[in-house]
């Protein structure tokens, strides 16, 4: 037992030392998110996150490393550091406010970021009543869309009087697709090129990937005309070209005819599932659509020479353009399509059991009303920055609240939506230089959006002088100290010369370099890095640790160790940074300072008398006034009738906080003592005393206990009369049962003996056996000596007389 106790104790102790040494370490050193060792340059510091800041001082912490100049800003302060040597991470936010708008506002923003920093502004959108319409109609003409072709051909007029309701001015566009026009979709036997449905003896027109038919027009009859001509086509394989088809009629702009005050609608008819990107490659096209506009005489003419276009580079044309897209399919296609719309931002799927002009119709203007109705936003960073920033988009509805995604639902027209946008930066370009990106925020199915120019700053500018501190050279190796070592060196003074230098390494007074705690370099200390923390100063003479402890952190951590000592944050105090400045701590229940009767020291109130104690000095036992001394103070009062007029004539025999109550008993408590005054008129008055906070108070109940003088001369007498009835009660009970005791318990029934009288009654001898004895004393010759003897007799028998 004892062997294991020498092991286990010295064991504790070292892991206890060492759990100390690496706690103040982490406290001290690694307090700051900041400080690293790796970070040797304002770059690095600054990438630390946006807290962070360099000093570029030039004789900041002599002989510390450069890891000590990357701190917190209020950390650099303490230490000497002025903000004007500071380089730091500088977020700022400017918005162009000379740009009007109707719809979204604002629509320029310029920000400068750095990394690790973020910077956040509200974007607002607001819905109007009415808006103009332009509608485009995008219909597969496959050989399976006959039927349905010809249903469009009363749409046009009809549509128009129904959209009066909703919009100012109506325009309606066409187009037509099938698939791409090479092999396999198609059949390219030169027959079949020409005439598709030539088995058939039907004269179809040729397949072809897009034809711009009819631009944005509001004649109504036009349209309806244009529809009329429309003839079917044909090709072999089940998908159509229509997300090909879509895009086109998105960048073509100018063809089209797209209006740029209009909403812009645009409604793709099928009844199969649309290729995707990767598909033409069926067809050896493996060219991506370069998202461009590819029409010539109206005619798409990248269909065979580029790929479909994925869904992504869709969705991003559709919003650079400010399209709605709205999906007519027939039943059976419903599901792949509603896979497809979850993918595009501003997008409406109807379902229609038969492609009838009433029912294009609702689904036009269902459509329409319900993506008005949606209000969302989508941000976009160039491709060359998306990996290095992130978006954050928080939308605030008209009724106030705060929608998950990135839209709200049900906006009415003048209804205003904002959207908290927030733009953060992870990282700077692999060549580290400064950088513009733009970002472009989109609302959905808007002709009007924000952008947002970014300038990245990557760079440290370290004042006028561009000098940072950072390049960790010897101070031998700058251009006027090297020169002249090298001077030296081909002379053969370089002995002299160190010996010169490491004299200015020494302070005045002392032989040793650097303070026994760094390298002479050229006439300067280089400090040795300690794990305990930051050893720097001239000499080397001063470090971070060397400073009190609080609750084993250095300084409390509520401080700074420099040169030895604490230099608190704000709000405390002390050596080791463990008291308060606030006085908040030491105020008692009446809002004075230790109750008036102390000082607040550390946090704590010290009271100026011993007599007093207590957390707030409110108790003093032995300085509490008694009953008595304040009866003096009560009869004066009562003299003049407890009335509020006549308190002042008692002053010179009173406290001046004297009160009345009418009952005194709520205020019973540490601080207050009960005592009673029996005034002249045999009343008794209850009264209390204080001494709290310093200054004594008394509170006067104005309720007397009174007892008249009738009434105690009436409770005495009855008193007595009860006294002697008790006494007469007791002697009666006594002689009853006496006489009973004397009766014998079974005489009267047996008839037995003799029966006396009262008179016999008064000679009835003792029942005791006694001799009685009397002798008189005469001369010794003749003495006389009587005996007279009474038998005993038993208790049980009857008196005879």
Known sequence: MTSWLRTYVPLRLLLCCLTVALYAEASSAGASVCWSPGVTSCTDCLRRGPQCAWCFKEDFLNGGGLSQRCDLTENLSRRGCGPEFMEQSETKVEVNATISSTQVSPQDISINLRPGAEASFIVSVKQLERYPVDLYYLVDVSASMQENLDHLKTVGVALSLRMTEHSSDLWLGFGSFVDKPVSP?????????????????????????????????????????????????????????????????????????????????????????????????????????DGLCHLENNVYMGSTTMDHPSVGQLSDKLLENHIYSIFAVEK??????????????????????????????????????????????????????????????????????????????GVQPDQMVYFNITIGQHSCPDDGEDEDITVMVHPVGYNESTVVRIHSKCRCSCGLMGRCQDDNQSPCTGT????????????GLMKDSNTDLNWSCRADGSDVECSGRGVCDCGRCVCEQSRLGTVYGKYCEMDDFSCPYEGGLLCGRRG??????????????????????????????????????????????????????????????????????????????????????????????????????????????????????????????????????????????????????????????????????????????????????????????????????????????????????????????????????????????????
């Not at 229609?352 to 993506?371: C, H, M, S, T, W």
């Not at 007599?611 to 032995?622: I, L, M, T, V």
Request: hydrophobic fraction near 30%; proline fraction near 5%.
């Open 480 to 491: 006027q100290d090297g020169s002249r070592q090298r001077q030296r060196q081909e002379q």
């Open 332 to 409: 059976q296609q419903y599901q792949w399509y509603e896979e497809l719309v979850r993918l595009l931002p501003g997008s409406y799927l109807g379902k229609l059991g038969l492609f009838q002009a009433p029912n294009l119709i609702e689904l036009v203007v269902d459509a329409y009303k319900r993506l008005l109705s949606e209000v969302a936003v989508s941000v976009s960073v160039e491709d060359k920055a998306v990996s290095r920033y992130w978006v954050s988009v928080s939308p605030i509805c008209p009724d106030g609240s705060t929608a998950k995604d990135r839209s709200c639902s």
């Open 560 to 801: 700074v160790c420099v040169s030895g000592e604490c230099v608190c944050d704000d709000g405390w105090t002390g050596e080791s940074c463990g008291c308060p400045v606030s006085t908040a701590t030491c105020q008692s229940m009446n809002g004075l300072v230790c109750s008036g009767r102390g000082r607040c020291v550390c946090g704590k109130c010290v009271c100026d008398d011993p007599k007093h104690s207590g957390d707030f000095c409110e108790r003093c036992p032995a300085c509490q006034s008694s009953c008595q001394s304040h009866w003096s103070c009560v009869d004066c009062h009562l003299s003049h009738g407890l009335t509020r007029e006549e308190v002042g004539h008692c002053n010179n025999t009173c406290t001046p906080l004297v009160g009345y109550t009418d009952d005194v008993s709520g205020q019973a408590g540490d601080v207050w003592i009960q005592c009673m005054y029996i005034s002249k008129d045999s009343c008794r008055y209850r009264f209390q005393t204080s001494s709290q906070s310093g200054r004594t108070q008394l509170h006067i109940s104005t309720r007397p206990e009174c007892v008249s003088s009738g009434r105690l001369v009436g409770t005495f007498l009855s008193v007595c009369a009860l006294t002697v009835l008790c006494g007469l009660v007791v002697v009666a009970m006594s002689r009853l049962l006496l006489q009973k005791r004397s009766l014998s318990p079974g005489g009267a029934a047996e008839g037995g003996g003799y029966h006396c009288t009262g008179k016999d009654l008064s000679y009835i001898p003792t029942t005791n056996e006694k001799t009685v004895t009397y002798r008189r004393d005469r001369p010794p010759d003749r003495p006389v000596e009587m005996h007279i003897q009474v038998p005993k007799m038993p208790l049980g028998d009857p008196w005879q007389c």
């Open 185 to 289: 979709y198609i059949n390219v036997h030169p027959s079949k090129i020409s005439n598709p449905c030539s088995d058939y003896e039907i004269r179809c027109r040729p397949a072809h990937g897009f034809h711009h038919v009819l631009s944005m027009t509001g004649n109504m009859s036009e349209f309806t005309r244009v529809i009329k001509r429309q003839r079917i086509s044909g090709n072999m394989d089940t998908p159509e070209g229509g997300l090909d088809a879509m895009l086109q009629a998105a960048v073509c702009q100018r063809a089209v005819g797209w209006r740029k005050e209009a909403k812009r609608l645009l409604l793709l008819m099928t009844d199969q599932p649309s290729h995707l990107a990767l598909d033409s490659r069926l067809a050896g096209i493996v060219r991506p659509h």
